[in-house]
């Protein structure tokens, strides 16, 4: 397969070039694999039927999914998967599937009674509140287990000591709650997606570094928008390309089989 770069991936599958589409299979459809993986462990047997759908989504009216990719980077382009994985594979039917929270859980509740969390005790919580299940956050933000379980502790007595009612399943059942808020609370302050970024290549300065921490203290838009480049870099690291023959049958689902080029034209790369 001829290497090319996820814009360039991106404009070959909007002029609808099997080229394009091959390389978002072999190279994308594991992350978003990846990405069911993590998030819905309990789909069993529909795992493949939700990742069938999640590439037939993406081809589908034009590909609509393509074209409403805004970012300018792999891993904003990981992230617009990302969504648009979950959304797919939370409609297939689960086995206790999420209902309405036994105890709802406010906004300005959540908010007020975390006030006090530093930037990285708020990730551990929101970490959490993003997968609940997974038990990895030590790894993503490469702390011991004790320190990230004290953590997350703190935040569940902080809630205790706030709400009438509690219980320690609170978080989890109120994810989806709590973010659709977070994602709302952007405000002009927030810094652009490229800082997080560079923050997490290492490449910002001791101030800009702490400007960010900063402004994490008091947002969990921003809280959560690295979260999820946190995750997407975690998952991608793990992720290895599919095989051709796995790649092609799932080509097969958009309907572009073309002919295989010859020997030599593989050697080189062309199609």
């Not at 770069?5 to 394009?20: D, F, I, K, P, S």
């Not at 599919?242 to 030599?264: C, I, M, N, V």
């Amino acid at each position: 397969m001829a290497v090319i770069t996820c814009a360039e991936m991106v404009a070959q599958c909007l002029e609808g070039q099997e080229a394009g589409w091959r390389h978002f299979i072999a190279a994308y459809l594991p992350f978003s694999a990846a990405v069911v993986d993590r998030r819905f462990p309990q789909l069993g047997e529909r795992r493949e039927a939700a990742l069938r759908e999640a590439l037939r989504r993406a081809a589908a009216h034009e590909a609509q999914f393509l074209r409403d990719y805004a970012g300018h980077s792999e891993r904003e382009f990981l992230l617009h998967l990302r969504e648009h994985t979950i959304r797919v594979a939370g409609e297939q039917p689960l086995p206790g599937a999420e209902g309405a929270p036994e105890i709802p859980l406010e906004w300005e509740v959540f908010e007020k009674a975390l006030a006090g969390l530093t930037a990285l005790e708020r990730q551990i919580v929101w970490l959490f509140v993003l997968s609940p299940n997974s038990g990895d956050t030590d790894k993503i933000l490469r702390l011991d287990p004790p320190s990230v379980a004290a953590d997350l502790a703190k935040a569940q007595e902080a809630l205790r000591t706030a709400c009438d009612r509690w219980s320690a399943e609170m978080l989890a059942e109120n994810r989806q709650r709590l973010t659709q808020e977070a994602r709302a609370h952007h405000t002009s302050d927030c810094p652009a997606p490229k800082a997080f970024l560079r923050l997490l290549d290492g490449q910002i300065s001791w101030r800009d570094r702490s400007d960010l921490e900063h402004h994490m203290a008091a947002c969990w838009h921003c809280v959560d928008l690295l979260c999820r480049f946190r995750e997407i870099m975690f998952l991608s690291r793990q992720t290895k390309p599919f095989p051709e023959t796995e790649t092609e049958a799932y080509l097969k689902l958009l309907d572009l089989q073309t002919a295989r080029p010859s020997g030599w034209k593989r050697l080189l790369g062309k199609r």
